[in-house]
């Protein structure tokens, strides 16, 4: 989102001009973004089956196979899927940096955690439907009483041993702050329209579940890349917001820029994790939990 924004519902800086200029990126050719397409629908399909015989699976095969689909989608949208760290294991509360749609899908990809989504994500054609049926937890931005409840039933997941995915930073950002991007831009591609590149800095307020459950916070970053974007003698990845779902842009066009790109990848950067006893209140936990690593880095290993 860009423009004004309130506390409880922000907006970031970023818009359409941080984006970079289509043709400065490597495009896919007609024939891989139909077939990108098909295996999208396809998958899409299979969600539709997952809906039937998810409620009447086994608990514990859940997370498994939302892994397994989560994986599935990306791979037929074209991106590849990095991961650094340690894949967290045992209750945590993941605060994650918020870039994209695709966000969810990297995060299920690599996690069982259960995510907090915004309620708008109930209506999306199936994937709404499978969030329900995995287990999203969903936060109503624009009735900010209702935060409370929402705290206590990220809360309880924690307390039950589960992981639950939070984006604390309430909105999408181009991801790309400080960063130098493929075609030799730099701050998301483009100037943000809010004339700052400045990072969305993470609320409080859900951290307020880590505290009362006893877990540790695991800090994510997010951060996408162009593999081979700097020439065809250059495999390193190249830090890129063109990913970003920002602004008032609808998601069919977000989805199609994704579709159209070539050697796009989602680094999944994994932080050690930030214990509650580290910090009496929710504010002080959000401020050492918001160092998520966003520089590109070398030591990526190819998960999918």
Not at 123 to 142: H, N, S
Not at 169 to 196: D, K, M, N, V, Y
Request: glycine share 12%; charged share 15%; with cysteine.
């Amino acid at each position: 989102m860009s423009g004004p924004g309130t506390f409880w519902r922000p907006r970031s800086g970023c818009g359409h001009g941080c984006l970079p200029p289509p043709r400065s990126v490597p495009a896919a050719g007609v024939p891989r973004r139909a077939v990108r397409l098909a295996g999208v629908l396809a998958m899409l399909a299979v969600g539709g089956a997952l809906l039937l015989w998810l409620p009447v699976s086994p608990r514990r095969w859940r997370p498994t196979v939302g892994n397994w689909w989560a994986r599935g989608l990306l791979r037929a949208l074209g991106v590849r899927l990095r991961l650094v760290g340690a894949r967290p294991r045992t209750a945590a509360l993941l605060a994650v940096n918020h870039v994209s749609w695709l966000d969810t899908l990297a995060i299920l990809a690599v996690s069982p955690a259960r995510m907090l989504a915004k309620v708008e994500v109930r209506r999306w054609p199936v994937v709404g439907a499978l969030a329900r049926a995995g287990g999203t937890i969903f936060i109503d931005r624009e009735r900010p009483r209702t935060l409370p409840d929402t705290v206590a039933a990220v809360g309880a997941v924690l307390r039950c041993g589960g992981q639950v995915a939070v984006f604390p930073q309430a909105t999408t950002t181009c991801g790309t702050t400080g960063l130098t991007l493929a075609g030799g831009t730099a701050s998301g591609g483009g100037r943000c329209s809010a004339g700052t590149a400045s990072v969305m800095p993470f609320r409080p307020a859900l951290f307020q579940a880590a505290l009362d459950a006893g877990v540790p916070v695991v800090p994510v970053g997010l951060t996408y890349h162009l593999v081979g974007a700097a020439g065809p003698a250059a495999d390193d990845p190249v830090p890129t917001s063109v990913a970003a779902f920002i602004g008032d842009e609808a998601l069919w066009p977000s989805v199609r820029r994704v579709l159209g790109l070539r050697g796009l990848a989602v680094t999944v950067e994994v932080a050690a994790p930030v214990p509650p006893q580290w910090a009496p209140h929710r504010r002080t936990l959000a401020r050492l939990s918001d160092r998520v690593g966003r520089p590109d880095r070398a030591d990526l290993d190819l998960v999918g």
